[in-house]
């Protein structure tokens, strides 16, 4: 295998980790029930997440859209008011942000579900207080990496940097919803297909 080759290998084994079956509660069904009420109640569906999460979180919202939901993300110049019944994504990996945490208490005053995605679901932070359900997605974070620098004896070999695990895994949490969502839908490839925008 060349050096390439063997460099994206690992980097896919570590985020194969991420996924592997858990006692409790999979993100993957966590979000699934989430999303799938708020269609069944035609609420709205709005994420959030900063830096590299809340790219991830913008790629997901897209792909909401081709799925024929109403969702937004928060910031954009478009997006319309949270209310009773909506939905907030909100991703905090490492348990939470401050920009996040206010989010999240805006959406749950407003009277919409949240739903944090973190790595650390016993983390204190106000996100965590706001949810009504939470995504577990057990993947290294900033916060974590700060704590193996100060020593490890784990082999070396490739290590994603500071979130990139966490954020491949959300990622491929994503794709897997998609799917899962079209099925529970019942749409099809050439449905989303027929959402996507012509201007580009």
Known sequence: MSGDAEMASQILDQIRSVFVPSA???AIDVLVTEISRAAAASSRIFVHGVGREGLMLRALCMRLYHLGLPAHPVGDV???????GDLLIASAGPGGFSTVDAICRVARSAGARVVVITAQ???????????DAVAYLPARTMA???EDERGSDAPRGVKLPMGSLYEGAMFVLFEMLVLKLSDVLGLTPAQLRFRHTNLE
């Open 144 to 146: 974590d990496e700060e």
């Open 78 to 84: 478009t997006t319309p008011p949270a209310s009773s």
């Open 24 to 26: 409790s509660n999979p």
């Open 121 to 131: 679901p016993e983390s204190g932070s106000e996100a965590r207080r706001c949810a």
